[in-house]
């Protein structure tokens, strides 16, 4: 059995220049995600469920347990002194952590604590997503915006935790995708899945149907794609849709599939934001061989403008995302 912090340590050991303090600070991460997950699982029993009352910048409900997480996070970072500055999708604007260590730390995490927080009270999987990138201001001055609004090929890692039927932590640091699975027995998390690659097909598509007249006319067309009997192709695919991105990113990575949100006329700018979810996504999903766009870009190559951007997001297997790049290029602009 080989933890998280054995794995991290063996693989720093690959870069004679490592400082350790990313291990530091996925060590940070990772006593957030351990706590959440003790606080998760025991979501029914604790005054912790329901609506707190205000809502987030998004104007969107925002559960006790999105702040809560995003409280934990926030304060395991800082501790560390590894982390210059902080985005989440539930600050308004960047947070800038003060103090000697802060100003010499030479990273930047963006998260969103609690991904999919709207099936918590109905004990369906939820996620913790992050992305840290290294600081552009000179060390020694205050973090700014820049720092947090650079395009998704600067990451230098990012991951999740889906809490789930078990909890796991999936990262990458540009060298592949690696997965750890919770022992809550012993509190570490042990490797499970090294390397993981997506299939190379897939035969699984999720989307929010309910949306579907709401879709552009490529996503339509693609859908329509999906459904049709094709024996060479293994269609019709199964449609498979949680509502919480991590735990339906997750299962495609493993599965082989397709993860679509596109613009809609409610949101038409799609609804999932570029920094705290598409970006690390895009991110693993790159290093797992697949693939992420917004339908007819390439995720990571998008420069951000604000923090809490949203873009259309498609991501899972390379050839399923190139075949729905295909229809939107067929049906542009409808
Ligand atoms: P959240 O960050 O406010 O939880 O919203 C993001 C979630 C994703 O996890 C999920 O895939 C999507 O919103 C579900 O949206 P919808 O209910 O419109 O299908
Ligand atoms: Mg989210």
Known sequence: MKTLDEFIVEKQQDFPHATGELTALLSAIKLGAKIIHRDISKAGLLDILGSHGANNIQGEV???????????????????????????????????????????????????PLDGSSNIDVNVSVGSIFSIYRRITPIGQSVSEKDFLQPGSAQVAAGYVVYGSSTML????????????????????????????????????????????????????????????????????????????????HRNLLKGGIYIYPNTTYHPEGKLRLLYECNPMAFLAEQAGGKASNGSHRILDITPETLHQRSPFFVGTESMVKDSERFMTLYPNQ
């Not at 926030?74 to 500055?85: D, M, S």
Request: glycine content about 8%; proline content about 3%.
């Open 62 to 112: 925002q559960m006790k347990l999105d702040l809560y997480a995003n409280n934990i996070f926030k304060a395991a970072l800082k501790a560390r002194g590894q982390v210059a500055g902080f985005a989440s999708e539930e600050e308004e604007n960047i947070v800038i952590f003060e103090g000697e260590r802060a100003e010499k730390a030479r990273y930047v995490v963006l998260m969103d």
């Open 170 to 249: 999936v990262y990458t640091t540009g060298c592949g995708v690696h997965a750890f699975t919770y022992d809550p027995s012993l509190g570490v998390f042990c490797l499970s899945h090294e390397k993981v690659i997506y299939p190379s097909s897939g035969c699984l598509y999720s989307i929010n149907e309910g949306n579907s007249i709401q879709f552009p006319l490529g996503v339509k067309k693609y859908i329509q794609y999906c459904q049709e009997e094709d024996a060479d192709t293994q269609r019709p695919y199964n449609s498979r849709y949680i509502g919480s991105l991590v735990a339906d990113f």
